[in-house]
């Protein structure tokens, strides 16, 4: 299984970009890298997802090195309701049901 | 209208009974799952449910046990609640197997005392 590694807690100020790295150093060949929000008393929303290079959309970026052991997960100018967890998750795309390994989470605090 | 729901919102019970916590999806998607959120909030799969095809994680004691009526829902059926069950559960759907854009309900907080 990948295991996979955050940084338990950042905080930011609004305007800012947040990025969040997550290592998963033993990824195999089919796994994916999708980050997730959530956000108290929620489920987790889904952000993006990618397996190399970037991948970007309207509220985020995702940057996979050559080797894939890390992911970062960037948040271009945050506001106060960004405030929330991110977490990583990183699975295989087939009969994924138990090799599916979330991170611990990310708390991200945005200030005004 | 709500894509993935769950009922109840809250559950509190004694230990040794027999409970269940509902799921239902109107997305369409052809895989369901759950997943259990304990106190520290790390998330943890426990089924995955595909046309059928039922994929367990290897560490969810047998007392948990998943029922899909049709593809619409998968209920979650735990017997012989213990304090340690006490957690949020997380239902989610996704397209398929491939897709990880997984649609999760609000969570059930289940309480064991």
């Known amino acids: 299984l990948a295991k996979t590694t955050q940084p338990i807690s950042m905080d930011s100020y609004e305007g800012q970009e947040v990025n969040i790295t997550c290592s998963h150093n033993?990824?195999?060949?089919?796994?994916?890298i999708t980050w997730y929000q959530q956000f108290p008393s929620q489920g987790p929303r889904f952000i993006i997802q990618?397996?190399?290079t970037k991948v970007t959309n309207e509220v985020a970026s995702l940057f996979i090195p050559a080797d894939r052991k890390s992911s970062t997960l960037s948040l271009p100018r945050v506001s106060l309701s960004d405030t929330a967890v991110y977490y990583c998750l990183v699975g295989a795309s087939k009969a994924a049901g138990n090799k599916l390994t979330f991170g611990g989470g990310t708390r991200v605090l945005v200030k005004p | 209208d709500t894509a993935v729901s769950q009922t109840p919102k809250y559950l509190v019970t004694q230990m040794g009974n027999d409970k269940s916590i509902k799921c239902e999806q109107n997305l369409g998607h052809d895989t369901m799952y759950w997943y259990k959120q304990d106190s520290k909030k790390f998330l943890k799969i426990m089924f995955s449910y595909n046309n059928k095809e039922l994929i367990i994680n290897e560490t969810v004691p047998n007392r948990f046990s998943p029922k899909s009526p049709d593809k619409a829902h998968l209920n979650l059926h735990i017997n012989s609640l213990e304090l340690g069950d006490s957690a949020v559960y997380f239902c989610a759907s996704s397209p398929g197997q491939g897709s990880y854009e997984q649609y999760f309900g609000p969570g059930t907080r289940l309480t064991v005392t």
């Open positions: 990618g397996y190399k």
């Open positions: 033993n990824i195999a060949t089919n796994d994916y």
